[in-house]
């Protein structure tokens, strides 16, 4: 990965971030988090991956929608947040590789767990 696209990765992820703070409110005791974002090689579009936490998964659902509707509202502070061009085209995606680390962590304490008592 060339040094210029690692910068608009990181520039992508703070104005993104900060404009799903600004733009959208979640349910109480929902959290998105920007976790990564991915800028193709031709700077032309970004995949935004986000982790959603919350207590049950229709919270995580929604908050998953309302990503989504935002997406132009979001695409146009990054409009306007980068001096280059073109600027890349979001599309959100669900981190799935967050969700694995919690899954195996779950595991690894339930064994612990498990391992302790025997």
Known sequence: ???RIERVNELVKEVVSGAVL???QFQEGTMVT?????VSPDLHYT?????????????REEAFVQ????????????????????VPRI?????????RRERVE?????????SANS
């Open 91 to 99: 599309q959100f995606l669900m981190d799935e590789e967050e969700t």
């Open 106 to 114: 779950e595991l690894l304490a339930e064994d612990r767990q498990n």
């Open 67 to 86: 990503l989504k509707k935002a997406t132009p509202a979001i695409q146009h502070e990054l409009n306007r947040a980068l001096r280059m061009r073109p």
């Open 47 to 59: 995949n935004i991956f986000v982790t959603i936490f919350s207590p049950n998964q229709a919270a």
């Open 34 to 38: 920007v976790t990564r974002v991915a």
């Open 1 to 3: 990965m060339t040094r």
């Open 22 to 24: 600004k733009t959208l």
